[in-house]
């Protein structure tokens, strides 16, 4: 097994479910965030390594630790937990409207090109004409940038890799509810 997974059974073992299902499910978001929490309680560094090492090095210390960590980290978890699932949603219901053949649809497609092609238009007017070097022009760009890499993230970004994330995690919170209940 990994550490991680190592890490994610000892934490729930301790009395820590939401921190052990957030170690236990796929890598993601929630990993840092359990991570981060329990090597503050602990006073170490946020790997899986250097937590273990601090839980074994005095259990009965480090129950107590991730007890607190748990406590004090549950509203972040559940709050990425929450902004996960509406990402999921979001892409569930343009789906969704676009299988149903709705005009809304045509939403994010039409204003995903015209940021690509102000991202690639502006981008070959800086690499191959003079571009006033002004302010407007340069946050212009950054916005355009930011945005070009909100649509490639929106476009190519794995919808089903998110579905099975959320599906994973629900179900790791599951077992250890099933599991902290017997």
Known sequence: MSALTDLAATIVKLGAPVLGAALGGPAGALVPIALNALATALGTSPTADAINAAINANPTAAADAVKQAEAASA??????????????????????LAATGSRISWGAPVISVLVVA?????????????????????????????????????????????????????????????????
């Open 75 to 96: 509203t972040a978890v559940q709050a990425e937990q929450q902004r996960l699932a509406d990402i999921e949603n979001a892409r569930a219901t343009m789906a969704q």
């Open 118 to 182: 102000g991202f690639v238009g502006l981008s070959v007017a800086m690499l191959f004409r003079a571009v006033p070097d002004s302010g407007v022009a340069n946050v212009l760009f950054g916005a355009l940038a930011g945005g070009f890499g909100t649509v490639l993230n929106f476009w190519l970004g794995s919808s089903s890799g998110s579905a099975q994330k959320s599906s994973d995690i629900s179900s790791v919170l599951a077992q250890v509810i099933r599991a902290t209940h017997k």
